[in-house]
Structures are given as structure tokens and as C-alpha cells.
């Protein structure tokens, strides 16, 4: 399971750093931010593996602009948890989020070694303001992951709000992870949201080992 999270994160940070906010579709952002990325990754990779806390900030920076932490978030701690957190947690929780992302970012992402990334031709809307853009990511064995994004427009500005790959979601993933930490900490929210970055690791370092 934590080796499919990894090409999930892996491939998410593929479609959505350095992405050109200005982009009219949902398609044309994620295929624009594919091939700035493969670019940036390529100038600057050996850097990026010297001094990833630099690489952890610069991703955050970008980041910021394209995901919608605020909408990830309460996804993430499901309407019985964000409903009654105060807005100070719900702000502390999008930052501790977005660094557990950045984390698992920017390993996945320096292993990339030139594996063919095809975003499909055509986007499937949902609705004016959510569209779902697909792509398909060949790795170095040749094995073919399916890669789906949900796309929100938020302020005339297409967002990720989650991510799909071959059939697990993510989405889906943290939130089961965030229930548990509430359960194992006895319902106390500011705990959880504290600890969210150690939880987040401590998980993928028992995987890893297992």
C-alpha cells in the first residue's frame, strides 16, 4: 500500500508543480505543469539532493498556488471533525497537511528517472467548476499506472482536490489515516493536528520496514 501511495504522490507532483495558474481548461493545466516540472527536475535535480529542505520549500511555495489545501483539509478531517474546529485549527492543520505532502513530494519525486507521462486527450467535465483530467504514467518496467485528478475551479482558477491512481485514493487514504489518529488520541483534535507530520511519517517508515 505505501509503495502505491508513493507513485500516487509521486505522480500528483508531476501534474501540479509549477503550474500555469492562467490556464483556461483543466487539461492544459495539468500537461503544462507536466512538462515545467520535467524541466525544472532536470536543471536542478542534483541540487534538490543535496538540500531538500530547500526543495521542500520551493514545492510548498508552489504548491500553494494549485491545491486546494482549504478543501483537502476538511476532506481530510470529514464533516464530524472540521465542523467543530476553529478556524486557527483548521489553519494549522493545512500547513501541518500540506508539510507531510511536501515530505513524501520530494522523495517521490527525485527518483523520477524519464518515465513516459501521457495526459489523455480530453478532460471529462462534471459541471461547470469540477472536471476530472486523466493521465497515464509508463515506469521503467514498462507497467502502466492510470493516474485520475479532480480538478475544482476556485476564483476562475482550475485546483487539484484529489487524486486517483490505479483505482486507490488518496483522498480517501489520509482521511482513514486521520479517523485513526483521532481514535488513538482519544477524540483530542488539536493533538492530531499537532502530531499530523510525525503521524504521517511514522506510517510510511512501518511500511517501509514491513
Known sequence: MFAMLRHALF??????TGISVAATDARTVVEETTNNLLADLKANKEQYRTDPAAFYNAMDSILG?????????RSVMTVRYSRRATPEQ???FQENFKRSLMQFYGNALLEYN?????VLPNSIAQG?????????VTDHKGVIYPVSYTMV?????????????NGINVGKL???QFAEAMQRNAQDLDRVIDSWVETVAKTRAAQEDA
Not at 461547470?128 to 497515464?136: A, L
Request: hydrophobic share 45%; aromatic share 8%.
Open 11 to 16: 505522480f500528483a507532483a508531476l501534474a501540479f
Open 65 to 73: 498556488e494549485v491545491v486546494d489545501a482549504d478543501g483537502i483539509s
Open 174 to 176: 489520509f482521511r482513514d
Open 153 to 165: 475551479k476556485i476564483k476562475n482558477k482550475w485546483m487539484m482536490r484529489n487524486v486517483i491512481i
Open 114 to 118: 524519464n518515465q513516459s507521462i501521457r
Open 128 to 136: 461547470s467548476d469540477r472536471s476530472e483530467v486523466r493521465m497515464e
Open 90 to 92: 483548521m489553519q494549522r
